[in-house]
């Protein structure tokens, strides 16, 4: 029962997680913005999500580490949960040290003035946001191929 309940909690907050960053991946779409809206709408974002999506990603990943731990008997069920674990751990570390950075930057930013060269910063923090988002997107796949089998019927 330990299993069942720590694989539905890492599906869980592994769904939320990757879903907020599909969601933002939408509402951050640059085109028809110009620099006030973005400015606006990025510093709303910082404000709502920097306390809680990091929270939910470092249980997200203590989650999947931990069904690791209780998949070492299956090869690949483990492999699986193993490659999800890095894929998190990928969006962690583009967080911290890609989109983070800028998320400063552009916190300091009067939204009625935005700098000259805004567009470049926000192109930069797209690009990274994609590749986080394939990440997490792969992570949550893992965990569900992990899965799968399990919930088939014998």
Same mark, same amino acid.
């Given at each position: 029962?330990?299993?069942?309940?720590?694989?539905?909690?890492?599906?869980?907050?592994?769904?939320?997680?990757?879903?907020?960053?599909?969601?933002?991946?939408?509402?951050?779409?640059?085109?028809?913005?110009?620099?006030?809206?973005?400015?606006?709408?990025?510093?709303?974002?910082?404000?709502?999500?920097?306390?809680?999506?990091? !929270? %939910?990603?470092?249980?997200?990943?203590?989650?999947? +580490? #931990?069904? $690791? =731990?209780?998949? &070492?008997?299956?090869?690949?069920?483990? !492999? %699986?949960?193993?490659?999800?674990?890095?894929?998190? +751990? #990928?969006? $962690? =570390?583009?967080? &911290?040290?890609?989109?983070?950075?800028?998320?400063?930057?552009?916190?300091?930013?009067?939204?009625?003035?935005?700098? $000259?060269?805004?567009?470049?910063?926000?192109?930069?923090?797209?690009?990274?946001?994609?590749?986080?988002?394939?990440?997490?997107?792969?992570?949550?796949?893992?965990?569900?191929?992990?899965?799968?089998?399990?919930?088939?019927?014998?």
């Amino acid at each position: 029962m330990l299993a069942l309940t720590l694989s539905f909690a890492n599906l869980l907050l592994a769904s939320l997680v990757v879903g907020a960053m599909f969601g933002v991946w939408l509402i951050f779409n640059p085109k028809g913005l110009d620099g006030q809206r973005y400015v606006v709408l990025h510093q709303q974002a910082i404000r709502t999500m920097n306390t809680a999506m990091p !929270a %939910l990603g470092a249980v997200t990943i203590a989650l999947t +580490l #931990a069904a $690791a =731990a209780m998949a &070492r008997a299956d090869r690949e069920r483990l !492999a %699986l949960i193993v490659g999800a674990a890095g894929a998190f +751990l #990928a969006v $962690a =570390a583009i967080t &911290r040290f890609a989109n983070q950075p800028i998320n400063a930057v552009v916190a300091s930013w009067p939204a009625a003035t935005p700098p $000259a060269d805004w567009t470049h910063l926000r192109d930069s923090w797209r690009r990274w946001h994609i590749v986080r988002l394939a990440c997490g997107l792969a992570g949550l796949a893992g965990l569900i191929l992990a899965d799968l089998p399990r919930l088939a019927p014998s």
